[in-house]
């Protein structure tokens, strides 16, 4: 997709649509006051008729309307003007792109200065525009042999604001391309099927886009080397597979050489039957997102490729398969992890902790600033949180307050939960240093506090995504979180 800012008065703007916001009751947006006023009142009359009455997410078109330059007029209801927040404005793009994605209409043009969000600025509502205008260009084709049609638009453009520069908008429109299209790859990797997305694969795919990218380096570990560094933690959830588990190294170079770095680190479970504590059949399937922590450190690096990020920042993916074979970890083996440390495996289903734990163990050794772990960890985060919030647990305070800050501003919310000690004994084994599950009760903290134990040294932020990290029924599909709120907090930081 193409974007640009287009100046003009709104009849006289050449496209195969303009869209403009009508305000609850029925009241005009400025622009939508010019363009009823150059075209014989066809605006207020379709309000007069009621059949627009300005409620969120409401839509009118109107073709051919005289004195228009535009081919047709996408009247877009807005809600209340002063009520008009950020997320009132994400919910107006989307319900454009949405009948837009239907029309054989090559470009949009946004016609919106007057709208002013209470809670953001011009810049933000120009970035949300292209992100979610990427967003939903984006379906699943990749394993169905019928293409879907590709979406006709080829160009979007945005009406100038006053008080704020063209080369501002402009690049503000870069970054949402960016991270929408950092979205969409995580989508991608999350939807394809366990039998293609194989951490073999995951790790491939990460190469590759190591190689389009300049300031973009990897190393994977295969599990020799894994058994080297002494990562008995994540070797035994990939022993019961024929899938070799792969460690993915993947560094973000935009800084000097000696300036410490982010991390990130990403759940990767291509595909979890639970292991020898299998999983009940019923939506099983489901557990092929159990890698989405993964394709979010894998967009995520790439999207802070893009935008050219003058940081170092390092991704770490441990990605392994979690299956019951001959080889299986049993529950009761004890496992030694990389920190030395001794893990009672009670329950093989509780696998992303495992893989984890050694991942963060590894990543000590670039000494990083901070580090945060995204997975699909607990059903109890669904049990929780349902399907809008990361939940949250972090060892310091600056770091939590930071992460849900960024969750706010890019709409990828995050809630935090408590980390407090009263809940370490839950874990506690009487045959090695630390249980793997803490009893059926707070089993997102208890997940959390199993992280802590290996994470003392750092400056450690864990997002659970389970409930964030895909929508199941008619619309199954991963949805990309939490890209946008990683690359927002990798945004603010400083080399
Ligand atoms: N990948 C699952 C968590 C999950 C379950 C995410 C359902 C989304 C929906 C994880 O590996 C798991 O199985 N966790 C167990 C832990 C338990 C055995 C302590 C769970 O949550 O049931
Ligand atoms: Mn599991
Ligand atoms: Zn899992």
Same mark, same amino acid.
């Given at each position: 997709?193409?974007?640009?800012?287009?100046?003009?008065?709104?009849?006289?703007?050449?496209?195969?649509?303009?869209?403009?916001?009508? @305000?609850?009751?029925? /009241? #005009? %947006?400025? !622009? &939508?006051?010019?363009?009823?006023?150059?075209?014989?009142?066809?605006? +207020?009359?379709?309000?007069?008729?009621?059949?627009?009455?300005?409620?969120?997410?409401?839509?009118?078109?109107?073709?051919?309307?005289?004195?228009?330059?535009?081919?047709?007029?996408?009247?877009?209801?807005?809600?209340?003007?002063?009520?008009?927040?950020?997320?009132?404005?994400?919910?107006?793009?989307?319900?454009?792109?949405?009948?837009?994605?239907?029309?054989?209409?090559?470009?949009?043009?946004?016609?919106?200065?007057?709208?002013?969000?209470?809670?953001?600025?011009?810049? @933000?509502?120009?970035? /949300? #525009? %292209?992100? !979610? &205008?990427?967003?939903?260009?984006?379906?699943?084709?990749?394993?169905? +042999?019928?293409?879907?049609?590709?979406?006709?638009?080829?160009?979007?453009?945005?009406?100038?604001?006053?008080?704020?520069?063209?080369?501002?908008?402009?690049?503000?429109?870069?970054?949402?391309?960016?991270?929408?299209?950092?979205?969409?790859?995580?989508?991608?990797?999350?939807?394809?099927?366990?039998?293609?997305?194989?951490?073999?694969?995951?790790?491939?795919?990460?190469?590759?886009?190591?190689?389009?990218?300049?300031?973009?380096?990897?190393?994977?570990?295969?599990?020799?080397?894994?058994?080297?560094?002494?990562?008995?933690?994540?070797?035994?959830?990939?022993?019961?597979?024929?899938?070799?588990?792969?460690?993915?190294?993947?560094?973000?170079?935009?800084?000097?050489?000696?300036?410490?770095?982010?991390?990130?680190?990403?759940?990767?479970?291509?595909?979890?039957?639970?292991?020898?504590?299998?999983?009940?059949?019923?939506?099983?399937?489901?557990?092929?997102?159990?890698?989405?922590?993964?394709?979010?450190?894998?967009?995520?690096?790439?999207?802070?490729?893009?935008?050219?990020?003058?940081?170092?920042?390092?991704?770490?993916?441990?990605?392994?398969?979690?299956?019951?074979?001959?080889?299986?970890?049993?529950?009761?083996?004890?496992?030694?992890?990389?920190?030395?440390?001794?893990?009672?495996?009670?329950?093989?289903?509780?696998?992303?902790?495992?893989?984890?734990?050694?991942?963060?163990?590894?990543?000590?050794?670039?000494?990083?600033?901070?580090?945060?772990?995204?997975?699909?960890?607990?059903?109890?985060?669904?049990?929780?949180?349902?399907?809008?919030?990361?939940?949250?647990?972090?060892?310091?305070?600056?770091?939590?307050?930071?992460?849900?800050?960024?969750?706010?501003?890019?709409?990828?919310?995050?809630?935090?939960?408590?980390?407090?000690?009263?809940?370490?004994?839950?874990?506690?084994?009487?045959?090695?240093?630390?249980?793997?599950?803490?009893?059926?009760?707070?089993?997102?903290?208890?997940?959390?506090?199993?992280?802590?134990?290996?994470?003392?040294?750092?400056?450690?932020?864990?997002?659970?995504?389970?409930?964030?990290?895909?929508?199941?029924?008619?619309?199954?599909?991963?949805?990309?979180?939490?890209?946008?709120?990683?690359?927002?907090?990798?945004?603010?930081?400083?080399?």
């Amino acid at each position: 997709m193409k974007y640009s800012i287009k100046a003009g008065s709104p009849e006289k703007i050449v496209s195969d649509c303009i869209i403009v916001a009508i @305000w609850d009751k029925g /009241r #005009l %947006s400025e !622009e &939508a006051k010019v363009l009823d006023s150059a075209s014989r009142k066809s605006v +207020s009359k379709l309000v007069q008729s009621g059949d627009i009455t300005g409620k969120l997410g409401e839509t009118r078109f109107i073709y051919n309307a005289v004195g228009i330059a535009a081919k047709r007029i996408l009247l877009v209801g807005a809600g209340d003007k002063k009520s008009l927040s950020s997320t009132t404005i994400s919910k107006f793009f989307s319900t454009a792109f949405k009948v837009c994605r239907k029309l054989e209409a090559k470009s949009l043009h946004f016609s919106i200065s007057s709208c002013e969000a209470k809670d953001k600025d011009k810049k @933000w509502i120009a970035s /949300r #525009l %292209s992100q !979610e &205008a990427e967003m939903a260009g984006y379906t699943y084709t990749t394993t169905k +042999s019928q293409t879907m049609k590709p979406w006709a638009a080829k160009s979007i453009s945005l009406s100038p604001s006053t008080g704020i520069q063209r080369k501002i908008l402009d690049s503000a429109v870069k970054r949402g391309q960016a991270i929408g299209k950092a979205i969409n790859r995580a989508r991608e990797l999350g939807n394809l099927p366990g039998n293609v997305c194989t951490p073999t694969y995951l790790a491939q795919q990460s190469v590759s886009l190591a190689k389009s990218n300049r300031s973009l380096s990897t190393q994977i570990l295969s599990e020799k080397q894994m058994a080297r560094l002494g990562m008995g933690s994540l070797l035994s959830v990939a022993a019961g597979s024929a899938e070799e588990a792969k460690l993915i190294v993947i560094h973000h170079n935009g800084a000097k050489t000696d300036s410490r770095p982010y991390a990130i680190v990403g759940k990767g479970i291509t595909f979890d039957t639970g292991g020898i504590s299998l999983k009940p059949g019923g939506g099983m399937d489901e557990m092929k997102f159990d890698m989405c922590g993964a394709a979010s450190v894998i967009a995520t690096m790439g999207c802070i490729a893009e935008l050219r990020l003058p940081i170092n920042v390092v991704g770490v993916v441990a990605a392994a398969e979690n299956m019951p074979g001959s080889k299986a970890t049993k529950p009761g083996d004890v496992v030694k992890s990389m920190s030395g440390k001794t893990i009672e495996i009670l329950n093989t289903d509780a696998e992303g902790r495992l893989v984890l734990c050694d991942a963060l163990t590894f990543v000590e050794k670039f000494k990083p600033r901070t580090v945060i772990d995204i997975a699909t960890l607990t059903g109890a985060a669904v049990a929780t949180f349902g399907s809008h919030v990361n939940a949250l647990l972090s060892n310091n305070n600056e770091l939590a307050a930071s992460i849900l800050e960024c969750g706010q501003h890019s709409l990828d919310r995050a809630w935090q939960l408590p980390l407090w000690d009263d809940y370490q004994s839950l874990i506690n084994s009487n045959f090695a240093d630390v249980a793997n599950i803490g009893g059926p009760r707070a089993g997102t903290i208890t997940a959390a506090c199993f992280l802590s134990r290996f994470t003392e040294k750092q400056k450690w932020a864990h997002l659970d995504i389970a409930g964030s990290a895909w929508n199941s029924g008619a619309q199954k599909g991963a949805t990309g979180r939490p890209v946008s709120l990683l690359v927002e907090y990798l945004s603010r930081q400083k080399a």
